[in-house]
């Protein structure tokens, strides 16, 4: 298939209506190819989310009678702190493939007297499970989380879900749009949508407690950033090899970050692949500062992980977290892909450390009433 791709490359020209339908054909064989080549891993894939719709029955019929159910995907680690973190009555449930489980989900819905369906984020079949309960009961409230910004629409299967979102909406049967960044909010609400904001949280047993550690050497740690584009890890790392006496914690690692912390001479602790999110709430206490410099982002779950686990963390300019505070001073960047500045702000917060934690938690209390009537006003309006 490579073969023939680069053969339509050579002699067609890129753009030309004649290359764009060969490339259409050309990944419709690909993806058919994929089904063919990977059908007992497929299959066995499949069997797989049928069980976790299964679950998700149990889960629906536990809730009979309620205001509110709100389905979330366990995998997105994000969009799974985030549910957590704001609605009780929540229900893993991964990609619905099959008609008879989307048509199971929707009349268990409707036989429960479930009121509204929140789903928090949208993965493959939800589309499918909105019409399926709508046609089942058009009184049922559907209303969705969006928890991406404009950016990601870059991706074709965030793009694609989005657009049916929008369609959906327009058709009446999507009831509602919530957003969990203000500026998505405002612009969705003023092209017409019935839109409402949401803030994430996050609640740690911990609670914002200074963490205290005995580090011979500064410890700063970057997670969940890998090698995409936007979570911009190189410049994670140059910021961290300008600080004195440091070491610095990192997973994911991917070969190239690894690569780059070699020839810098930047000594490291890490792992390869992602871990679990309690595992990493561990491993995270142990670090001075965490940093987040993300080029775009909507409302970042980690930076509140860190804090809540006592540990400071600097974050992006893209999101609405501690603006217009003394605590966004000492945190929120403004110049993301400029490792002096972000060294600089890495010192600043090292040495007024105990101040930094105290103004989260000053900042936490009003921070959590606020989510909380966010969420009634999402959850209760009609």
């Known amino acids: 298939m490579q073969k023939i791709k680069n053969l339509i490359k050579r002699f067609i020209k890129n753009n030309s209506s004649l290359y764009n339908g060969i490339s259409k054909i050309y990944h419709k064989l690909s993806a058919l190819k994929y089904k063919i080549t990977h059908s007992k891993e497929l299959k066995k894939e499949h069997n797989g989310f049928h069980e976790r719709v299964e679950n998700a029955l149990i889960k629906v019929r536990e809730y009979k009678d309620s205001e509110y159910i709100v389905f979330y995907n366990p995998t997105w680690l994000g969009v799974a702190a985030s549910t957590i973190g704001l609605f009780n009555n929540y229900i893993p449930l991964e990609h619905v493939y099959e008609k008879n489980d989307i048509r199971k989900i929707a009349r268990a819905i409707n036989e429960c007297n479930i009121k509204s369906v929140v789903f928090s984020q949208v993965c493959d079949g939800w589309t499918s499970i909105i019409k399926a309960i709508k046609e089942e009961n058009e009184k049922v409230k ?33 009831d509602s749009f919530a957003f969990v960044r203000s500026t998505m909010y405002e612009f969705y609400k003023k092209v017409g949508f019935k839109s409402y904001y949401l803030q994430n949280n996050v609640h740690k047993q911990n609670s914002g407690k200074t963490a205290k550690n005995n580090n011979e050497k500064t410890k700063i740690g970057i997670y969940n950033a890998d090698s995409r584009e936007l979570k911009n890890i190189y410049t994670a790392l140059s910021a961290m090899k300008l600080v004195p006496n440091v070491m610095a914690d990192v997973v994911p690692i991917n070969e190239g970050a690894r690569k780059f912390t070699e020839i810098l001479g930047l000594e490291t602790t890490s792992m390869n692949s992602y871990i679990p999110n309690e595992e990493l709430m561990e491993r995270i206490q142990q670090n001075d500062i965490n940093i987040y410099p993300t080029f775009t982002e909507n409302a970042p779950m980690f930076p509140l992980e860190s804090f809540e686990m006592g540990v400071p963390c600097l974050l992006g300019n893209n999101n609405d977290y501690f603006v217009g505070t003394e605590l966004g001073d000492y945190v929120i960047l403004t110049r993301e892909d400029d490792a002096e500045y972000i060294k600089n702000k890495i010192m600043n917060v090292l040495k007024d450390r105990d101040k930094v934690m105290k103004l989260y938690r000053e900042w936490k209390k009003d921070f959590d009433k606020k989510c909380d009537i966010l969420v009634k006003k999402f959850v209760e309006d009609k």
């Open 142 to 174: 559907i209303k969705v989380i969006w928890h991406g910004n404009c950016y990601e629409y870059f991706s074709d299967f965030t793009w694609n879900l989005n657009k049916e979102v929008m369609n959906l909406c327009k058709e009446g049967k999507i």
